[in-house]
């Protein structure tokens, strides 16, 4: 059994900045891309970044500039540096992986995290 465990959220003016982080733990064997998700209320979800193993990274556009995403692949966690908030980027931010189990490794889990919200307010 796995499961990520994101930090970091919280209620930010504009233009500041933020740094949130998932923990993926149990019985791990590998994990592929990592990544961050938002969904607004009434808004569908969206991806906002991510990571492969390998570094490899993707953006949405209206984040790119302002976001970067990282992972330390030692500790199964990914980070999302988010700069130059904008009341637009106000949501439910939430993690999610795809994580092989040592009890079976052949087949990738999609994994997602409980969520941390993220206000941006004057």
């Known amino acids: 059994q796995v499961q990520l465990v994101e930090s970091g959220g919280g209620l930010v003016q504009p233009g500041g900045s933020l740094r949130l982080s998932c923990a993926a733990s149990?019985?791990?064997?590998?994990?592929?891309?990592m990544g961050w998700y938002r969904q607004a209320p009434g808004e569908v979800r969206e991806l906002v970044a991510a990571?492969?193993?390998?570094?490899?990274?993707n953006y949405a556009d209206s984040v790119k500039g302002r976001f970067i995403i990282s992972r330390d692949n030692a500790k199964n966690t990914v980070y999302l540096q988010m700069n130059n908030l904008k009341p637009e980027d106000t949501a439910v931010y939430l993690c999610?992986?795809?994580?092989?189990?040592?009890?079976?490794?052949?087949?990738?889990?999609?994994?997602w995290g409980q969520g941390t919200l993220v206000t941006i307010s004057s």
């Open positions: 999610n992986a795809d994580i092989r189990t040592r009890r079976m490794p052949l087949t990738s889990l999609e994994v």
């Open positions: 149990g019985s791990i064997f590998s994990i592929n891309t």
């Open positions: 990571i492969t193993s390998g570094g490899a990274t």
